[in-house]
C-alpha cells in the first residue's frame, strides 16, 4: 500500500454514492466545495453532470486530483459500483490514490454523544439494513461487532436487544423512500438520529479523519483496484 | 481533390451480458467496409462458468464481476495494443440492450475516459453492431442488404437499404433463436450455453426421424416466434422419453433452421436485396451457415457471415460500429443512460416493416 504524504495533497475529491444523499466533495487550497443530492434514476447520468460541474468551477481536472476517498459500501449495489468504476478508471489513467472510507464507521464517528454505544445503520435496498455496533468514547470508536446485514425483522428483533444498554444511540443513513422503516426502528431506541451530511471544513475532516482504517476485501486479495465492499456476498 | 478521411484510433467496450469484452482498434470507415481495418487488441473475459450452476446469468452476480474485473482487462488490453490513452481518438461502449447493472459498469468506466481524456463518447446499440463484425474479416457490404441477426436475447431481420437506412422488418415475438436453443439444451441437462451441443447433435444426425412445429412459417410477416417450438419439443420428450437425445435435437435445429432461412430468403426476394448476412451468437451454428451459405448461392445472393469467434458478443464489433459513429459524428453526452431493452422504434431501427417504402 502507497503512503500519501498529506502534504502532498493539494486536491482531494470524495466520491459518496453509496446511499442517498449521494455526495461529490473537493477540497483544494481554496476551500472545500461539496454538493449532495438525492438520485432519483440514472446515476450514471447525474454524477458525471455534477461531477464535471464541480471541477470545472474549482478550474480543476481530473489529471489535477491527488487523492480520491471513495465509499465502497455497505450501502446501494449499483450505487457503489458506479462510484467504484468511475474511481478505479481516474486510477488506472492517472495512478491517483484511491482511499477507501468505512461507512459504517464514518456514521458512528458523527453520531453526538461522546461517550457510550452507538449502533450505525443504512438502510438503501428494501427490507435490508446494514449495520455495526461500536463504543465511542470522545473520538475514539471501537467496534464491538462487525459489519452485518439482515432483514428488516431481524434488525428490529436486534433493536429490541440492545434498547435497554444505558446511552445506547441508533445513528441512521436512509434513503427518503425509507421513511416509514424508519418509524419503526426508531421506537426501539431512547436516541436516535438521521445522519445528514454538512457541507465544509468540518464535514471533510470527519470524512478525512476516518479514511484508510478498512482496506477492501480487493485489496486484501492483491488487486490494486478497489472493490465494493458487499455484506451479501452469496447470491 | 478531396482530401481522404484520416484513420481513427479507438476503443470498445462491451458488458451488456455476461461477457466483459474491450477491443482496441482502427481503420477509416467507409461506406460498405472499412479501409485499414486493423485490430490492434481484443480481450473477452466470460464469465460463463460463474453462473454455470444457476442455469442461467444472475444478473447482479454478472454486474459485480464485471467490476472485479473491467480494469485489470483494461490496462490488459492496451498494453496488448501497444498504445497509451492519450493515443485515442474515442470510446465506444454499448449502452443498449442488456443487464442494466452490467451496461452500467461498461458506460461508467467509458464515460470517465472520455471526459477525463476529453474524446467523443460513442453510445452503441449491441444488437445493431452484430452484421457489422462481418467487416473484421474483410468483407465488403452490397447494398440493398438484409441482416438476420440471432443474437442470445433477440432474433431480428433488418433491411439496409443504403449505408445511413436501417428497417426492422421482423422480430421474435417472444424466445429468440439462441434462448430457445438454450432452453432446449438445458432441458437435456447440457451444459451452458447450450446453442453448440444442439448444433453438434445436428451436425451428427443425417437422418431426420422426428418432425416439429415450424412457427410463422406460413405467415406473410417476418415476425419469429420459437417458444411454441420449444414446449413442443417439451411434450415430446416427456411422451417418448427413450427418443435419442440427438436425433431430437436434430430435427428441433431442422425446425428452427427452416423458419429462419425460409423467412430470411422470402423477405430477401421481396425486397430485393443484393447480400445477406447471419450474425449474432446463434449464427456460429455450423448447420446454419452452411444452410444460409448455399442457399444464398442457389438464389443469386452474397452472404457473409462474421467469424464465429465474433459471432458472440465481442467489443471488436461495438469498436467497428464506432467507427462509423466516430466518421459520422454521432457524439454522445455524458447524459447517455443505459437502456435493457431494444426499443423498436430506435436510433438503430427506426421504423416496422410497414413504413418501409
Known amino acids: ?235 | 481533390m478531396p482530401s481522404s478521411p484520416p484513420s481513427s484510433l479507438g476503443l470498445a467496450i462491451d458488458t451488456s451480458f455476461d461477457d466483459t469484452s474491450l477491443a482496441v482498434l482502427s481503420g477509416i470507415w467507409r461506406a460498405d467496409h472499412v479501409q485499414d481495418m486493423h485490430l490492434h487488441s481484443h480481450i473477452t473475459l466470460s464469465q460463463s462458468h460463474t453462473h454455470q450452476r444457476f442455469g442461467g446469468v444472475v444478473p447482479e452476480r454478472a454486474a459485480r464481476q464485471h467490476l472485479e474485473v473491467i480494469h485489470p482487462l483494461l490496462e490488459e488490453v492496451m498494453e496488448q495494443a501497444g498504445v497509451e490513452f492519450s493515443a485515442l481518438d474515442w470510446i465506444a461502449v454499448t449502452h443498449m440492450p442488456g443487464l442494466v447493472g452490467s451496461l452500467l459498469i461498461g458506460m461508467t468506466v467509458a464515460k470517465t475516459l472520455s471526459y477525463a481524456l476529453q474524446i467523443p463518447l460513442l453510445g452503441i446499440n449491441h444488437v445493431e453492431a452484430h452484421p457489422y463484425a462481418c467487416f473484421l474479416s474483410g468483407t465488403c457490404f452490397v447494398y440493398p442488404i438484409l441482416h438476420l441477426i440471432v443474437a442470445g436475447g433477440h432474433t431480428v431481420l433488418i433491411l439496409q437499404r443504403d449505408p445511413e437506412e436501417w428497417h426492422s422488418i421482423g422480430r421474435t415475438r417472444d424466445d429468440s433463436a439462441g434462448e430457445c436453443a438454450d432452453k432446449v439444451a438445458r432441458l437435456f441437462g447440457l451444459p451452458m450455453p447450450g446453442g453448440k451441443y444442439v448444433d453438434a447433435a445436428a451436425q451428427a444426425v443425417s437422418e431426420l426421424c422426428y418432425i416439429f412445429p415450424k412457427p410463422f412459417l406460413k405467415e406473410s410477416h417476418f415476425d419469429f416466434s420459437f417458444s411454441g417450438l420449444k414446449s413442443a419439443l417439451q411434450r415430446f420428450v416427456q411422451a417418448h422419453p427413450e427418443a435419442p437425445q440427438d436425433s431430437v435435437l436434430a430435427a428441433f435445429m431442422h425446425s428452427m433452421q427452416v423458419v429462419l432461412l425460409e423467412k430470411t430468403f422470402r423477405a430477401a426476394r421481396k425486397y430485393n436485396v443484393q447480400m445477406v448476412t447471419l450474425s449474432g451468437g446463434f449464427g456460429a451454428s455450423v448447420t446454419l451457415r452452411n444452410a444460409f451459405r448455399e442457399r444464398a448461392a442457389k438464389e443469386g445472393i452474397a452472404f457473409a457471415c462474421p467469424t464465429p469467434h465474433f459471432c458472440t458478443d465481442n467489443a471488436a464489433m461495438i469498436g467497428v460500429l464506432g467507427l462509423r459513429h466516430y466518421a459520422t459524428g454521432c457524439f454522445e453526452t455524458m447524459r447517455l443512460r443505459a437502456c435493457p431493452n431494444l426499443p423498436l422504434p430506435s436510433p438503430g431501427f427506426p421504423t416496422g416493416e410497414s413504413d418501409v417504402p
Open chain 1, 1 to 235: 500500500m502507497s503512503i500519501i504524504h498529506a502534504s502532498c495533497i493539494r486536491r482531494t475529491l470524495i466520491v459518496d454514492t453509496s446511499c442517498p444523499p449521494c455526495l461529490l466533495s473537493l477540497k483544494t487550497e481554496e476551500g472545500i466545495f461539496s454538493e449532495t443530492w438525492i438520485p432519483q434514476q440514472h446515476l450514471e447520468s447525474t454524477l458525471f453532470e455534477k461531477i464535471i460541474t464541480l471541477l470545472a468551477e474549482q478550474d480543476c481536472t481530473p489529471q489535477g486530483i491527488d487523492a480520491i476517498l471513495v465509499n465502497p459500501g455497505p450501502g446501494t449495489y449499483m450505487g457503489t459500483r458506479v462510484a467504484l468504476a468511475l474511481v478505479n478508471t481516474l486510477a488506472l489513467l492517472y495512478k491517483t490514490p484511491v482511499i477507501c472510507l468505512d461507512g459504517l464507521r464514518l456514521i458512528a464517528h458523527t453520531a453526538p454523544q461522546i461517550k457510550g454505544y452507538i449502533c450505525a445503520a443504512i438502510c438503501c435496498i428494501r427490507d435490508e439494513i446494514f449495520y455495526q455496533e461500536f463504543y465511542k468514547d470522545a473520538d475514539v470508536l471501537t467496534a464491538l461487532s462487525p459489519p452485518s446485514g439482515s432483514s428488516l425483522e431481524d434488525f428490529s428483533k436486534f433493536c429490541a436487544t440492545v434498547h435497554q444498554t444505558e446511552g445506547a444511540v441508533l445513528f441512521w443513513r436512509a434513503g427518503p423512500q425509507f421513511s416509514e422503516i424508519q418509524e419503526r426502528i426508531f421506537a426501539s431506541f431512547p436516541f436516535v438520529q438521521a445522519f445528514d451530511f454538512t457541507s465544509g471544513l468540518d464535514f471533510f475532516h470527519k470524512y478525512a479523519g476516518i479514511c484508510a482504517e478498512r482496506r477492501s476485501p480487493a485489496e486484501k486479495c492483491g488487486s490494486k483496484f478497489v472493490s465494493p465492499f458487499y455484506l451479501k456476498p452469496e447470491l
